[in-house]
């Protein structure tokens, strides 16, 4: 990517399915070293194409390619009578990272969320070691939480099939 390549921002689409799920699995592979099962993650991510209260992914295009992506998940706070926004699954191309491509797709979460009265704020964990990320993170204007997260599996996860329209 040359700078001042235009990135335009979208809401996902069904036909974004096979490319939102080979970003997550690069992401998880990058940050974690992890290895996804692709049809838990096929499944997970065709769930929340075809189920828009679970969340919803927007994609970053930089000539007509899907440069980055990220997804929004929703926490209800009886607190605030609000939902925080949680950023997930943010993947940037290797070739367009340091180029506005997060910033872009930050961007548009701040102006769709306070464009909202129903929501409260956005979050988003990282990895203690990934200070590079903490640091765009703060540059943002995000700090550090006061909360240590926490978290017991109860099950392993499902590979079930979700029917979701490829050609929308």
Sequence with gaps: MMQGEAVRIRAARASDLDTLVAYNAAMALETESKTLDPAVLRAGVARVLAEPARGFYLVAEVEGAVAGCLMITFEWSDWRNGDWWWLQSVYVVPAHR?????????????HRATERADVVGVRLYVERDNARAQQTYEAFGMCEDQYRMYGKKLRPPVGKAVDVDVDA
């Design 98 to 110: 340091r180029h506005g491509v997060f910033r872009a797709l930050y961007q548009e979460v701040e």
